[in-house]
């Protein structure tokens, strides 16, 4: 069936749906789905319906010289990549695409969860690459929001408050993303040192001129307290090579570089393999800090990101006490998988936040047809 038969049927969808306080399930590639609020059941029969993007496929439009490409939400974003690649470009986020089990990821699934890889503190998030983008809402209206330029947005940017929003507001539709040429050079240095050092090192290169783009600590399991801090370089031949110098290290080869920078952006490395679905039932909690901020102190074992800014945490602590201990330094846990499934995802925000996502979704979604992420 040809997208734009499609997107009438959906409209009729979830149209009947608000009109029988019935629920509506996004489903894509289904490579995010551990991470997607779940459906509150309602209506006479509790009727749940699923919504297939993975048929809404294809780029619809690609400009290399304006740095701009457009794809409808069940592309895969593997196709994406060697679309770009082929012209010498790339997501510079770098989107993780978890698969597993068959699941492929989706331009639609990636925007929704707004995950993005090791990158993202030197270049951004994906919300900072979206400048387009068009919703299917719970009135069964379709819209469009921004465009596919670099400055298009007047009044209130919606296409980037999608990012983030796993399908509460409505079906993405497609996406206009601003793509860069990928670097001319780059390299990763390899430094062991404690976490507080890492940090503490990474923080300090960060104020200066580096072409830093991605860091990660990881402890030493044969040395309690010790472990490597990995970091990657990336820019001008020059300045990459320059700062090699400057900072010393042990330079690790091209490939055992690439092969650790993706299994860290795809969570296959070995320190993430007990908080996998079927492994074990280890909770993998991702929280959110001033990158500053030294160790916590908590039950477990941690892998720092993003010079600090991301902290990886498997731990059976209680819940209450990781967001507590996130909570004190400045930040937020989010329980990203595994452990004890009861305990909800994400935390309800404090009460005017709160009320404001509230009153956005009402708007996007008066009849609640879609989950609602609290």
Request: proline share 7%; glycine share 12%; aromatic share 2%.
């Given at each position: 069936m040809q997208a734009a038969d499609l997107i009438p049927l959906w409209q009729d969808l979830v149209r009947d749906c608000a009109a029988r306080g019935e629920r509506i399930r996004i489903h894509g590639g289904g490579s995010k789905s551990p991470w997607w609020p779940p459906v509150e059941q309602s209506g006479a029969d509790g009727a749940e319906h699923t919504l297939d993007t993975s048929a809404l496929t294809g780029i619809v439009n690609y400009e290399p010289t304006e740095l701009v490409v457009t794809a409808r939400a069940g592309t895969?974003?593997?196709?994406?990549?060697?679309?770009?690649?082929?012209?010498?470009?790339y997501l510079p986020f770098e989107p993780p695409h978890f698969v597993r089990d068959g699941a492929g990821a989706t331009v639609g699934g990636m925007v929704a969860a707004g995950l993005s890889g090791p990158a993202r503190i030197a270049v951004g998030g994906v919300r900072d690459y979206v400048l387009g983008a068009s919703l299917l809402n719970g009135k069964g209206e379709s819209l469009r929001f921004g465009g596919e330029v670099m400055k298009n947005v007047a009044g209130f940017d919606v296409s980037r408050l999608l990012c983030g929003s796993l399908g509460s507001l409505g079906v993405i539709l497609d996406v206009s993303l601003k793509v860069l040429p990928l670097p001319p050079a780059e390299a990763t240095l390899r430094f062991a040192v404690t976490q507080d050092d890492a940090i503490t090192r990474c923080n300090t290169w960060a104020g200066q001129p580096l072409p830093l783009?991605?860091?990660?600590?990881?402890?030493?399991?044969?040395?309690?307290?010790?472990?490597?801090?990995?970091?990657?370089?990336?820019?001008?031949?020059?300045?990459?090579?320059?700062?090699?110098?400057?900072?010393?290290?042990?330079?690790?080869?091209?490939?055992?570089a690439a092969a650790f920078w993706h299994g860290l952006r795809e969570q296959t490395l070995r320190w993430f393999a007990p908080t996998w679905p079927g492994d074990s039932q280890a909770a993998l909690w991702r929280l959110s800090l001033p990158p500053t901020v030294p160790a916590l102190d908590l039950p477990g074992t941690q892998l720092v990101e993003w010079f600090g800014g991301l902290r990886w945490l498997i731990s059976a602590a209680p819940a209450p006490l990781v967001r507590d201990a996130a909570r004190q330094a400045g930040g937020h846990a989010t329980r990203f998988r595994g452990g004890d499934t009861a305990v909800p995802a994400f935390v309800t925000p404090l009460a005017p936040l709160d009320r404001i996502q509230r009153q956005v979704k009402a708007a996007f979604d008066p009849h609640g047809v879609f989950p609602a992420l609290f």
């Open positions: 895969p974003i593997a196709e994406i990549d060697a679309a770009l690649a082929a012209h010498g470009q783009n991605a860091s990660a600590w990881i402890p030493d399991r044969n040395d309690p307290g010790g472990g490597m801090l990995m970091l990657r370089l990336r820019g001008a031949r020059a300045a990459v090579d320059a700062a090699r110098r400057r900072l010393g290290g042990e330079l690790l080869p091209d490939a055992d």
